[in-house]
């Protein structure tokens, strides 16, 4: 947790004026029994009503200055921890955004969520109650012990049996509290990861009826959750009782030998008064203490899922030195690429040759899972390639910068995927700099105007988040457009024409010919028709290159494209 308090930096001038004001408020609530002890003692023992007033105005200035320090303290301890969780959460975000897909596997979304959110959140808090309890629960034990055997050592004798029994209570409920702590926050992803299943996969739940079956997961993540918080609570609830049980026996036993003190003459009533204050004060304090050593492993526990998460470097980083002229013209060349997601017993891709040149198509086609997306994913460095090379006019992609790599390609994924916005907005996010009227023809081309001036806003529609209040094929569309108004000098279309209708797929095509005639175009498909026409076909059968040639050439030569084809289409498309 410490490591994660360097996030503190700008606001370290706070934290001493906050370590500061505590002081200040806990001299003052120790001074203020001495001065009770006076009033009784010289004041009202010897009947001086100008010395009772005199000191309980001093009594009153004291507890006005103390009350004013633990104000500020609080004000300046709430802007500083929540300005902290925002600097936490704000890093967390910003490091997240460069991992690459494998690091993003490797946690997995509902707990990346649960770090970035409560976890934070957890630390917050517990640094809150730190800067207002680090320096003055110390001072109010040690400075109220150092007080109550000022006023009578003998009677400090109480506190002596007192103290180490609370001390034992506490490192009991701790030891029971801890582990149960930490298992509190990953109850809380398996939450969340359940909600979040649930949220994006609502209506195959609703298609297929699981509703029940979904609802009793939650249920008994719930339940998991709900009965470890309970047991915390629960030692918690135990915990105030007992300290409030210790903290009355202890002041009868503070009364009881008091009065026997006063009446043998060893002590004052004033000095018995401000013994029993401080001796409240010192185990009030012992159970803040408490309180803090409760919530510090669980928020430790937060931080050690923070840490691990700002710990780890993406697995893709630019070079240290970066190829100054980035390419410009866009031919790409696979030369034996091999690639194993990790922990996959099997390559995803084998070997992998070929060229894509510029002003030309080539597509790639094979079975579901032969390794058509890997590829895409290897070309725009999701992931990095185990061997071989992936080059953009001759330069290796791990060479360039990833910005400048991306910049070039326009990437319409398999999985259309929208933002939540108007529809120009979602075109406009393959180019911040598109005007009005590029995104208009970006939409002509992508076959999507008809739809969009149909829609009652046109380009000022609203897309939900997801866009799901779009139909598959029409964010196809929206997607292409998006990638359209890059101008890019790649294009990669990862099955992006399969929701299309077979007219509206085949006018796409001459739309895009025309308008990416100097581009470089890679086509993943499915369907056949979709790619006959490519100037180059590469078939890939089970990750491994099966043939490359145009559709002619692979008829005749390449016997798993003649299995597509057969599959796909009529003796006389064929012909
Ligand atoms: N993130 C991943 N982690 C582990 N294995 C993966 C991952 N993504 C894909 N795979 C595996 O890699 C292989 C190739 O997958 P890929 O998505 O490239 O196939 P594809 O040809 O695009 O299939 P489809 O046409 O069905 O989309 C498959 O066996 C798949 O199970």
Not at 169 to 197: C, Y
Request: charged content about 20%; proline content about 2%.
């Amino acid at each position: 947790m410490i490591r994660l308090f360097r996030f503190l930096k700008p606001y370290r001038y706070w934290v001493v004026a906050i370590v500061a004001l505590m002081f200040l408020q806990s001299i003052a609530q120790l001074y203020l029994p001495t001065l009770m002890a006076d009033i009784v003692d010289i004041g009202v023992m010897h009947g001086d009503t100008a010395y009772i007033i005199t000191m309980g105005v001093v009594m009153l200035l004291v507890a006005a200055i103390g009350t004013l320090c633990n104000v500020t303290a609080g004000f300046l301890s709430s802007k500083t921890a929540a300005g902290f969780g925002k600097i936490v959460r704000g890093n967390v975000f910003s490091h997240v955004e460069r991992f690459s897909l494998q690091e993003f596997d490797k946690f997995g979304t509902a707990s990346m969520i649960t770090r970035t959110t409560n976890d934070i959140t957890q630390v917050q808090q517990v640094l809150f109650m730190l800067m207002r309890m680090f320096l003055s629960a110390p001072l109010m034990i040690v400075g109220g012990i150092v007080m109550a055997v000022s006023k009578d050592a003998k009677l400090s004798l109480v506190l002596v049996a007192v103290i180490p029994l609370l001390t034992g209570v506490i490192v009991f409920v701790a030891s029971k509290g801890i582990p149960l702590f930490r298992s509190m926050q990953t109850k809380l992803d398996r939450l969340n990861l359940v909600l979040r299943e649930n949220l994006t996969g609502i209506r195959v739940i609703r298609a297929f009826n699981r509703t029940d079956r979904e609802r009793n997961r939650f249920g008994e993540a719930n339940e998991d959750l709900t009965r470890t918080a309970i047991k915390v609570t629960r030692i918690m609830s135990v915990i105030f009782p007992i300290m409030l049980l210790l903290l009355n026996l202890s002041l009868v036993a503070i009364m009881w030998f008091g009065s026997i003190r006063i009446d043998l003459g060893f002590m004052q009533v004033g000095d018995l008064i401000a013994f029993t204050q401080y001796a409240s004060q010192i185990l009030f304090s012992l159970t803040m203490v408490s309180m803090m050593f409760m919530m510090i492993p669980r928020a430790s526990a937060s931080a050690v899922r923070i840490n691990e998460v700002l710990n780890t470097s993406p697995s893709i980083a630019d070079p240290a030195a970066v190829k100054k002229s980035a390419p410009s013209k866009g031919s790409v060349e696979f030369q034996n690429v091999t690639f194993s997601y990790p922990g996959a017993e099997q390559p995803a891709v084998r070997n992998v040759s070929f060229t894509a040149e510029t002003g030309e198509i080539t597509a790639i086609i094979g079975g579901t899972g032969s390794g058509k997306s890997t590829l895409v994913n290897l070309l725009l460095r999701f992931y990095d390639v185990d061997g071989g090379s992936i080059r953009i006019d001759g330069a290796d992609v791990r060479e360039l910068s990833q910005e400048s790599l991306r910049g070039m390609v326009g990437y319409v994924p398999q999985k259309a995927s929208l933002f939540s916005g108007t529809v120009a907005d979602n075109i406009r996010f393959g180019n911040e700099a598109a005007t009005r009227e590029q995104i208009e023809h970006a939409a002509v081309v992508a076959q999507a105007a008809e739809f969009i001036s149909e829609l009652k806003e046109g380009y000022d529609s609203h897309v939900s988040q997801g866009g799901t209040n779009f139909s598959g094929g029409q964010k196809q569309r929206l997607s292409i457009a998006r990638a359209l108004v890059r101008n890019p000098a790649i294009y990669v279309f990862d099955d992006s024409f399969s929701a299309l209708d077979f007219k509206t797929d085949a006018k796409l095509r001459d739309a895009l010919q025309a308008e990416t005639s100097d581009a470089t175009m890679l086509i993943v498909a499915q369907r056949v028709s979709t790619i006959m026409n490519a100037d180059r076909i590469v078939v890939l059968d089970d990750g491994e290159v099966a043939g490359i040639g145009t559709h002619r050439e692979l008829l005749d030569s390449c016997e798993v494209y003649r299995e597509i084809v057969m599959s796909q289409l009529s003796e006389e498309e064929i012909a």
